[in-house]
Nanobody, 120 residues
Framework: QVQLVESGGGLVQAGGSLRLSCAVSGRTFISYNMGWFRQAPGKEREFVATISKSGGNGYYSESVKGRFTISRDNAKNTVYLQMNSLKPEDTAVYYC?????????????WGQGTQVTVSS
């Protein structure tokens, strides 16, 4: 069983930065593609970023491209999301997900989420 635990959320002013972390249990972290999604109140969960098993390729939604960076440390079983130039519309619960196959919103393993609030 794979368990994911997110951390690093909080309250930040617009223009500020946060770094989210997602620690993954188990010895097969490198077998999983990793991703971040977010869900704002009253909205559906939306894709933010994903990174391949080797960490060589990162893909982003248009809304965060150029501001957010996804990375992973396979030695620490951890994936990160560096968020810069934050905007109030980035306010959401951020979820980490792991999947042996392609990252999708309706499959894989998921963490409990961490709240990010950006004040204007």
């Amino acid at each position: 069983q794979v368990q994911l635990v997110e951390s690093g959320g909080g309250l930040v002013q617009a223009g500020g930065s946060l770094r989210l972390s997602c620690a993954v249990s188990g010895r097969t972290f490198i077998s999983y593609n990793m991703g971040w999604f977010r869900q704002a109140p009253g909205k559906e969960r939306e894709f933010v970023a994903t990174i391949s098993k080797s960490g060589g390729n990162g893909y982003y939604s248009e809304s965060v491209k150029g501001r957010f960076t996804i990375s992973r440390d396979n030695a620490k079983n951890t994936v990160y999301l560096q968020m810069n130039s934050l905007k109030p519309e980035d306010t959401a619960v951020y979820y980490c997900t792991a999947n042996i196959f392609r990252i999708t919103v309706d499959s894989g393993y998921w963490g409990q989420g961490t709240q990010v609030t950006v004040s204007s």
